[in-house]
């Protein structure tokens, strides 16, 4: 099992065995969903996801010598010897598990990197099937946040396995016909947590950013449960006017263009429009995401405490 995964093929070796485990489960979801009648599914909605996934994977392969490049020579230098024990693999797992937290957290915190990372949200639709609908100009990226932990001494191969079970883990909480998980849902990323993340409610907004371990949204604050009395929505909003692939690839980044070219703005102006907070604008006109959430607290907060 160990040489099934230690080696340069270990990644691929990881998705192999995935197919065909993916592709029983969705036929197994798609045919839940005609029977009960449940309408998780839509042709369209599925054609897109594909068409971003294998974007996605065709700019991975284009990346792989390079990021392997880039964390390899981070490598090179590494502070610590592992002696590959079971705790070397423990650890490789919490401390990747970690890094993509940091990756997400970024991803919807600052536009340039919420203009990636949007494909993955603007479906209305939930199902495994969303899991694959990749953020596709991510591979150009990623890899940086990995490279921390070549230097720390973790093998850039072994945490790209470890990094890949937990994207295939990552895929199967795409789903709500799973309600609850039990005593796993204080450990794992369940399907209702990442439901809350899909949702485009304003309570659940930049909620559970969590791959696999959910310890990480509790730790940094940015874990919600899911509300039996607030029903997911999800998508983005506002929607975008069309699903074209053009528009679904580059919706946001025609926004941030259209912004940053306004006459007259300081460059720290367009920088901001780049870099800052999705929604944040020069004059003030623009509400972030926790602007929009001080807001509706601060409105629940008030009937909570009116009489009657």
Not at 179 to 194: A, D, N
Not at 249 to 254: A, I, K, Q, V
Request: hydrophobic share 45%; with cysteine.
């Amino acid at each position: 099992m160990m040489d099934f995964l230690l080696g340069e093929d270990g990644l691929e070796n990881v998705y192999a065995w995935a197919i065909p485990f993916h592709a029983t489960v969705i036929l197994a979801e798609m045919i839940y969903s005609h029977v009960s009648e449940a309408k998780l599914y839509n042709g369209k909605d599925v054609a897109t996801s594909v068409y971003l996934a294998l974007l996605n994977f065709g700019l991975d392969l284009l990346m792989k010598a390079f990021a392997m490049g880039v964390m390899f020579f981070f490598y090179s230098y590494r502070l610590i010897n592992w002696d590959f024990t079971i705790w070397y693999w423990i650890i490789c797992f919490v401390v990747t598990d970690f890094a993509y937290y940091v990756l997400h957290y970024v991803d919807h915190h600052s536009r340039a990197f919420w203009a990636v990372h949007i494909t993955h949200h603007n479906s209305e639709y939930f199902n495994l099937t969303t899991g694959f609908r990749s953020p596709v100009f991510q591979p150009l990226y990623r890899y940086l946040y990995f490279s921390p932990l070549a230097f720390l001494g973790f093998n850039p191969w072994h945490i790209m396995v470890v990094y890949a079970i937990g994207q295939v883990y990552g895929t199967w909480v795409h789903t709500q016909t799973v309600k609850s998980m039990g005593f796993l849902e204080y450990i794992l990323v369940t399907p209702s947590h990442h439901r809350v993340h899909h949702a485009c409610n304003i309570k659940y907004l930049d909620r559970n950013m969590g791959m696999c371990l959910i310890i990480w949204d509790k730790i940094f604050g940015t874990f919600e449960k899911e509300d039996p009395n607030i029903p997911v929505k999800y998508g983005i909003y506002p929607k975008m006017p069309d699903n074209r692939p053009d528009t679904v690839l580059l919706y946001e980044w025609r926004k941030i263009w259209k912004d940053i070219k306004q006459p007259g703005l300081k460059v720290t102006d367009r920088i901001n429009y780049l870099f800052n907070a999705p929604g944040w604008r020069h004059d003030g006109t623009g509400k972030t995401v926790k602007q929009f959430q001080k807001e509706y607290f601060e409105k629940q907060n008030k009937k909570k405490q009116m009489p009657g």
